[in-house]
Nanobody, 126 residues
Framework: QLQASGGGLVQAGGSLRLSCAAS????????MGWFRQAPGKEREFIAV????????YYSDSMKGRFTLSGDKAKNTVHLQMSSLKPEDTAVYYC?????????????????????WGQGTLVTVSS
């Protein structure tokens, strides 16, 4: 189970921090991260952390503005978002998976994640 929090309304240029806590299957969780889905668009990869090895993977378009951090012992991840734009408006989903092929196309694929949180809405006003 994934519980996300931190969404809300923010002005363009502002910052927001999302958090996600996992429970129930911590021992089979090797990847945690975030996707988002804007109205009328497909779900989009943001970032994920691989606990074994400690690597973090980002979307090329969001790297630099978004920073993912986490605590494996607590099975939590945080997404710090800065310089937000109206086009960042979306429902943000926390995700989790155990094994994923260590190639970018798999890490960034929605099909690689078998646990999804309920989503938290982020609205960026212009």
């Amino acid at each position: 189970q994934l519980q996300a929090s931190g969404g809300g309304l923010v002005q363009a240029g502002g910052s927001l921090r999302l958090s996600c806590a996992a429970s129930g299957r911590a021992f089979t969780n090797n990847h945690m991260g975030w996707f988002r889905q804007a109205p009328g668009k497909e779900r989009e990869f943001i970032a994920v952390i691989r606990w074994s090895g400690g690597s973090t993977y980002y979307s090329d378009s969001m790297k630099g503005r978004f920073t993912l951090s986490g605590d494996k012992a607590k099975n939590t991840v945080h997404l710090q978002m800065s310089s937000l734009k109206p086009e960042d408006t979306a429902v943000y989903y926390c995700v989790m998976a155990n094994r994923i092929r260590p190639i970018l196309s798999s890490i960034r694929s929605v099909n690689s994640y078998d646990a999804w949180g309920q989503g938290t809405l982020v609205t960026v006003s212009s």
